[in-house]
Structures are given as C-alpha cells and as structure tokens.
T-cell receptor, first 114, second 111 residues
Framework: NAGVTQTPKFQVLKTGQSMTLQCAQD?????MYWYRQDPGMGLRLIYY???????DKGEVPNGYNVSRLNKREFSLRLESAAPSQTSVYFC?????????????FGPGTRLLVL | GDSVTQMEGPVTLSEEAFLTINCTYT??????LFWYVQYPGEGLQLLLK?????DKGSNKGFEATYRKETTSFHLEKGSVQVSDSAVYFC??????????FGSGTRLSIRP
C-alpha cells in the first residue's frame, strides 16, 4: 500500500497563476483533508471531505477550492495564487470522521509563490 | 474555542536522556488527544493517542496520559535515541472531521 500520495512535491508559482494539488489514498478511507503548515503555527485545516460527494470548509478556506473526485482522490486548487499561500500543504485521510479517528498524512507539497 | 498549547522548542538532549514535552489543552467537550511526529521531509504520523480521561497512550517507548484534572497530555520517554529527532505535535480531536494541532516542538538528540 502506498498510503496517501501527493503531487507535486515542490512547485514555484508567480502571483496570479493557478494550480491544482493532487492527493490520492489507497486505504479505502471515507474522509479526506487538506492542511497547510506554516512555521510556528502547526497545521491548519483548509477543507475536508467527510465522504465521497461532500466537502466542507475548514479554518482557512479563502483562496482555495477543492474537489472530491471519487473516494480515492481529493484535489486542492489555487485559482489565483498569492504570496500568502506560500506554505507546505498536506493531504490526510481517515477511515471515518469521528474525533477518535487517526489521520494518515501524505509527504506534503512545498509551494512557493513569488 | 478549543485549543492546544505545547512547549516551544527547540529541545536539545543527549542520547539516553529523559524526555518530557508539555502539552495542555482547553476544550468544552470530551476530546480525544493525540501526539503526532514528523520526521524530516515527511508527513505527520500518529505516535500515540488517548480517547478518554486517565487513558495512557504508548508507542515506541513514548507515553502520554490523558489528565482531565490538569487538562494535560505530556509526552514522555525514558531514554531517547538519535532516531527520535523530529518535530512533535500535540493535537486534540474536537469533533467529527476536526483536529486542532499545537504549533509543534522540534526535538534534537545529540549522540
């Protein structure tokens, strides 16, 4: 099992450009998440999908959109990148959405917006 | 709202030293508590968890006890190794689909 995979690993964008971060999991999990990690701030939830066909906003959704393409895949789109979106982005999944659930993380995408 | 506070790093210890990383939380309900670890260049992975008061989570020599009376979930290990060098995150499971993470503590172990 590959677990949670993310592409690309690293990306440089210019302000105003768009891009899509891809995430896939092979654990048959129902719930998937996108976080951003900034120095000294831990992880902050951008969007999550409790199940296929549903998505909900997290703590910091502005400037992002998501698509739960199927049970395996959950993509994050930046329509018009801004320097404030320079961060490391992590995708995660869990079997269910309960507060006891363990989340499994991908290796991350490092994004630099110039 | 709910929150997690953990000790600031970096923490530098010699091999075989005793480790404590403090974590306290505020919560209105009955959250689950987690410690996640992030090794260099990797994503987070679960180290241990506790789902109710007085539970003790343990894994790889690490332990943490869910203390409701002191709202704490301190991480301990009796004898650290160089391979334990990583960033450690305390986290709180607030509700379905929401985990609140602390800011992380960087741990470095000298041989």
């Amino acid at each position: 099992n590959a677990g949670v995979t993310q592409t690309p690993k690293f990306q440089v964008l210019k302000t105003g450009q768009s891009m899509t971060l891809q995430c896939a999991q092979d654990m048959n999990h129902n719930s998937m998440y996108w976080y951003r990690q900034d120095p000294g701030m831990g992880l902050r939830l951008i969007y999550y999908s409790a199940s296929e066909g549903t998505t909900d906003k997290g703590e910091v959704p502005n400037g992002y959109n998501v698509s739960r393409l199927n049970k395996r895949e959950f993509s994050l789109r930046l329509e018009s990148a801004a320097p404030s979106q320079t961060s490391v982005y992590f995708c995660a999944s869990s079997e269910g959405g309960g507060l006891k659930e363990t989340q499994y993380f991908g290796p991350g995408t490092r994004l630099l917006v110039l | 709202g709910d929150s997690v506070t953990q000790m600031e790093g970096p923490v530098t210890l010699s091999e075989e030293a005793f480790l404590t990383i403090n974590c306290t939380y505020t919560a209105t309900g009955y959250p689950s508590l987690f410690w996640y670890v992030q090794y260099p260049g990797e994503g987070l992975q679960l180290l241990l968890k506790a789902t109710k008061a007085d539970d003790k989570g343990s894994n790889k020599g690490f332990e943490a006890t869910y203390r409701k009376e002191t709202t704490s979930f301190h991480l301990e290990k009796g004898s650290v190794q160089v391979s334990d060098s990583a960033v450690y995150f305390c986290a709180l499971g607030e509700s379905a689909s929401k985990i609140i993470f602390g800011s992380g503590t960087r741990l470095s172990i000298r041989p």
